[in-house]
C-alpha cells in the first residue's frame, strides 16, 4: 500500500489539476441538439438502427454494436434529424443527430438489473445491452472485454485510477464524489469477469480521492478489493504498465492482459456500470475535465454523450480573451489530440477538453540533428532506444523498426518531451506504424493477387489438359475403332 | 471555432541542444582557470584560436554543404569541440598548428561525415590524434608549472615515468623527478580535479549521465590498482593514472560525447570500460606518453558493434 517505484523511465510532470478541482462536478444541461458519433473512440463504428424522423427517448437504443464498438442510446428524448457524417474528435464519422425536445422523457424498457441473481455470462449479456465502454479513453466495449477476461479464467481485475496526464482529473474528481459507485461498479464486474479480487490503483498525489475510496469500501466490508497507491509518474497510467506495476506481470508483446491473469477497467467505466445496475440507466453521460488557460472557469463536467464542445466550453465561461486560446486538445496534452474545431461532440472516450493558450503548450525549438543523447531511452517507460528506433525509421528498414520495437511503442510522447533537438519522434513512429500498415496491405493485396493468378493458371492448364486428353481420348477411339473396323 | 493542429505530444520540456553544449562549456571553466593559474595566459589563447578557427570553419563547411548555416553556428557544439582540443594540447603548442588540428577536426572529423550528429569519431579527438601524429615533439612538451612557466618545458610525467622505467630506474628514482606532483604529474594534476568538478556539475545538472565516466574511470583504475599491487616497482597505482594526462577531462567531457558513444545504458558501460582499460594499456606498453585520444578513438570505432550487442529489453518480451 506504499508508494512503489514501478516503472522505468517515464515523467514527473508539473500537476494542473487543482483549479478544475476547486467544486464538485458541475452537471451540465441535455444539449439542444445531441451528436452521437458512431465510433465512440475505439476506432469502429456501431450500426445506426433508427432513421432521420425515427422518435426516441432518454436511454433507447439508437445504434447497435459489434466488434470493437458499443451499442449506443439516445442521451436525450426527441426526433433522429439525421444519421450523417459530421466531424468528431476522431475525424470525420458518420453520427446520429438527434434533436431534444426538451422534455427528458425516460424510455420505460430502462430498469434496474438484480445483478447479484444473475451467474457471469448473463450479467455479461445483460451488460453489454449497456453501451458501457472504457471512459479512460480508449472506449473499448466493457462487456467484451470482460467476457475475454472470463474466457481467460483472469485472477485479477485492476481498476485504473492512474490519471498521470497532467491536466485530466475527472477521474480524480469521480473518485472524491462517486467512490461509492466505483467500488459498486467494481463488484459488479468481479462478478462478471470471475475474477478472484480488485485492486483499484491510483496515485499518490489523490490524497482526497484516497480517503473517500477507503471510505468507500469501509462501507462495502468486501475484502476482495484494495486499493493501491503508486507514485504519480507518467505514463504509468497506461494498461500494460499499470498492470506490470500493480501485479509483477508483463502482458507479452502483441497479447492482451488476460494473458497474464489481468484485465483492466477505467474507474469511470466502473462507475457507469454502477449506474447502470442500480438504475438501468445505460452510458449516457461522463465526467469531462474542461481546463487550461484558455477557458475561463476549468471544471469537471458531468456531460451528456453528444454535447458538442462548445457547449461544454460556452458552461466553463467561455474562452478566455487574455491571453487567447491557442488549441484545443481532447484527452492530454502528451497523448490527447488536437482539435480543429469545437464543434465535435462529447463521445464516451473523451475524458478531458484542455483549452490552451501559447504558454501552456510553448512551441517547440526548431528541430536540430540527433546527437544521440539517449535521454529519450532513459525516460522510455517500454525500454525502447528511440533514437534507433528514430534512425530506423528515418532510413524506412524495415528490420531495424522490428529490432528496436516500434509494435512496442505506447506513443506516450516521453522522448518527444525531453529530446534537445526538437524532433518529432512519436509523430515520426506512428507515420512508421501506418507506413508498415501500407505495405502489409500492399502486400497482402499482392500475395492475393498471385494466388489469384495461379489459381487462374492452373485452370487453364486443367482445361489444356482436359482437352488435350479429350481430343487423345477421341482419337485413339477413332483409331481404336478403325482397327476394329479392320 | 477553429483552432489549429498538431501531432501529439503537444508539450516538451524545452531543454535544446545549445543550452546542452553551453552548460559544457561552463563546466570546462574551472579547467581554463587552473590552466591558465598554472601556466599563464597560454590556454586562454589557445581557446580564442581554436573556437574562431572552429567556427570559420563550421561556416565554410556549412557553405559547402549549401546548408543554413546560421542555427548551427549558435548551437556551441563546434565551440565545444575547439574548447575540449584547445584545453587537451601543451599550453604552449604554437597557435597555427592549433588551428590546422580544429580545421581538421571540423572539417575531417564532423562535417566530411554529415555534421552535427552524423560523426562516428569524436572530432576533436581526430584533430588532436592528427596532431600527436604529425607533430610529436611539439604536443609532448609541457612546462613545469609555476612563476617561471615559460622557461622550462619538458616531457609529461607519463612520458617520463614510462621512459624512466625502460631505462631501468626504480619507481622512487622516477617519481622524484620534477614532473611528478603529489597525486599524479605535477600541474597536470590539478587540471584532473577542476575537470572532475566540472564533470560533477554535468552531472548534477543531468547534462551527462554517469555510465560513461564512472566505467572509464573503473577501466582504467582496476587494472592500475591490480598492476601495481602486482608488480609496484613496474606499475604507477590508480591514483596516479587518475590524477594524470588527460583522464578526468577524458572521462566527463570527452568520453561522454553523445554523438561519438554508444547509446545504450549498457553499451556505455562497456564503452567507458574500454576506453580506460585501452588508456591504461596505451600509457603502460604504447608509444605515446597518453592514451585517451587514442581509447576514444578506438572505442568510436567498437560502437557500432557495442549498440548491436546491447539493445534493452522491451516491455513484454523476454
Known sequence: MSARPLLRGGLRLESHKTRPLQQSVQPMPAPSTAVLALDQGSGEEAQAVVTAGTRVRVGTRVAVGCGAATDLHSPVSGEVRAVEPRPTASGPGTCIVVASDGRDERDPDLEPLDWSALDGAALLERLAGGGLAGFGGAAFPTAGKLALARAAGVELLLLNGAECEPWICCDDALLRERASDVVLGTQVMLAACGAARATIALEDDKPEARAALEAALADAGDSRLEIVVLPAVFPLGAEGLLIAAVSGREVPSGALPPEVGVVCQNVGTAAAVARFVSEGVPALSRIVTVTGSGVRRPANLEARIGTPVAELVAACGGYGDTPPAARLIAGGSLTGRALASDTVPVTKGLNCVLVATAADLPARAAQMPCIRCGDCAAVCPVGLLPQQLHRAAHADDPAGLARFGLADCIECGCCDYVCPSAIPLTAGFRAARDRQQLHEAERRRAAEAKTRYERHRRRLDEQVDAERRAFEEARRRARGDGAGGN | ?318
Not at chain 2, 572552429?54 to 557544439?77: N, P, V
Not at chain 2, 590524477?243 to 567507458?272: C, K, N, W
Request: hydrophobic content about 55%.
Open chain 2, 1 to 318: 471555432m477553429e483552432f489549429p493542429t498538431s501531432a501529439s505530444p503537444h508539450v516538451v520540456a524545452g531543454y535544446t541542444v545549445p543550452r546542452v553544449m553551453f552548460q559544457v562549456l561552463l563546466a570546462l571553466a574551472p579547467v581554463l582557470a587552473v590552466q591558465v593559474y598554472l601556466y599563464g595566459p597560454g590556454p586562454l589563447w589557445l581557446v580564442a584560436v581554436a573556437c574562431v578557427t572552429a567556427l570559420a570553419c563550421e561556416a565554410l563547411a556549412l557553405a559547402l554543404r549549401r546548408r543554413a548555416s546560421q542555427a548551427a553556428l549558435r548551437d556551441g557544439s563546434v565551440l565545444v569541440t575547439a574548447a575540449l582540443l584547445a584545453l587537451a594540447v601543451p599550453p604552449l603548442l604554437p597557435w597555427w598548428l592549433l588551428a590546422f588540428g580544429t580545421a581538421f577536426a571540423v572539417l575531417i572529423g564532423k562535417h566530411a561525415y554529415g555534421g552535427l550528429g552524423q560523426n562516428p569519431f569524436n572530432p576533436a579527438m581526430v584533430g588532436y590524434a592528427v596532431l600527436l601524429v604529425s607533430f610529436p615533439l611539439e604536443m609532448t612538451r609541457w612546462p613545469l608549472p609555476g612563476p617561471e612557466w615559460d622557461a622550462l618545458t619538458g616531457a609529461t610525467a607519463l612520458d617520463a615515468l614510462r621512459t624512466g622505467l625502460r631505462q631501468g630506474y626504480t619507481m622512487q628514482e622516477v617519481r622524484a623527478g620534477a614532473e611528478f606532483g603529489r597525486l599524479g604529474a605535477a600541474g597536470s594534476e590539478w587540471v584532473n580535479l577542476a575537470a572532475l568538478a566540472g564533470g560533477a556539475y554535468l552531472l548534477g545538472r543531468r547534462i551527462i549521465r554517469w555510465q560513461i565516466p564512472v566505467a572509464m574511470l573503473a577501466g582504467l583504475a582496476v587494472p592500475a590498482a591490480l598492476a601495481h599491487g602486482l608488480d609496484p616497482g613496474g606499475h604507477a597505482g590508480a591514483t596516479f593514472h587518475l590524477a594524470s594526462g588527460a583522464t578526468m577531462l577524458g572521462a566527463f567531457f570527452i568520453a561522454t560525447d553523445p554523438v561519438s558513444a554508444a547509446t545504450s545504458d549498457r553499451g556505455r558501460l562497456l564503452y567507458g570500460a574500454g576506453i580506460g582499460l585501452v588508456t591504461w594499456i596505451i600509457r603502460s606498453w604504447g608509444g605515446y606518453p597518453d592514451g585517451v585520444a587514442f581509447a576514444v578513438l578506438l572505442m568510436n570505432l567498437a560502437v557500432p558493434l557495442l549498440d548491436r550487442v546491447t539493445v534493452p529489453r522491451i516491455h513484454g518480451h523476454p
